[in-house]
T-cell receptor
């Protein structure tokens, strides 16, 4: 596709459930980023992939959060035992290389009831 | 640790006025600075990107400046229109390849 695609656009789940959020980066982009944006805040960095490996996962809030990018393209952000505080918009971005312009997807709005 | 601050947090101005949004950052070791627009419930749209070696960038009615040594950037919007109403986010790309965002300025242009 022409841009970064994120699915689903909205996800409603119950506290304690497991969710997966998907990001399809721009074709050929080696770097992929996940951010989380809470209401009234700017996006906050979660994790950065260079190829298949996580180059920096220092933004993941705790061990309930995990992300993979097994083939160096699509990435999945996984959240276990969701809590109400996990409710936010999760944004994905990709860039050609690590220091290039990042292009953002429209985000997945996660609501944990 | 890089911190990005945006002032004001919210701004309402009548249509047609020129306005300035401010952004400051604490660590000048950046690759670039970017201004984004975010409409309610939507993703981010990149407006202007200034490389660390540049002083300003212009696109239409928008002009962004960068003073890296003092850790400041401004976004100037000329002849504001109701369609400019949105949240404007300032973000710096650090040397560790992470983007650090400010909390944004919510802009409302009054028709």
């Amino acid at each position: 596709g022409a841009g970064v695609s994120q699915t689903p656009s909205n996800k409603v789940t119950e506290k304690g459930k497991y969710v997966e959020l998907r990001c399809d980066p721009i074709s050929g982009h080696t770097a992929l980023y996940w951010y989380r944006q809470s209401l009234g805040q700017g996006p906050e960095f979660l994790i950065y992939f260079q190829g298949t490996g996580a180059a920096d996962d220092s933004g993941l809030p705790n061990d309930r959060f995990f992300a993979v990018r097994p083939e160096g393209s699509v990435s999945t952000l996984k959240i276990q035992r969701t809590e109400r505080g996990d409710s936010a918009v999760y944004l994905c971005a990709s860039s050609l290389r690590g220091s290039d312009i990042q292009y953002f997807g429209a985000g997945t709005r996660l609501s944990v009831l | 640790k890089q911190e990005v601050t945006q002032i004001p947090a919210a701004l309402s101005v009548p249509e047609g006025e020129n306005l300035v949004l401010n952004c400051s950052f604490t660590d000048s070791a950046i690759y670039n600075l970017q201004w984004f627009r975010q409409d309610p419930g939507k993703g981010l749209t990149s407006l202007l990107l200034i490389q660390s070696s540049q002083r300003e960038q212009t696109s239409g009615r928008l002009n962004a400046s960068l003073d890296k040594s003092s850790g400041r950037s401004t976004l100037y919007i000329a002849a504001s229109q109701p369609g400019d109403s949105a949240t404007y986010l300032c973000a710096v790309l650090n040397r560790d390849d992470k983007i650090i965002f400010g909390k944004g300025t919510r802009l409302h242009i009054l028709p």
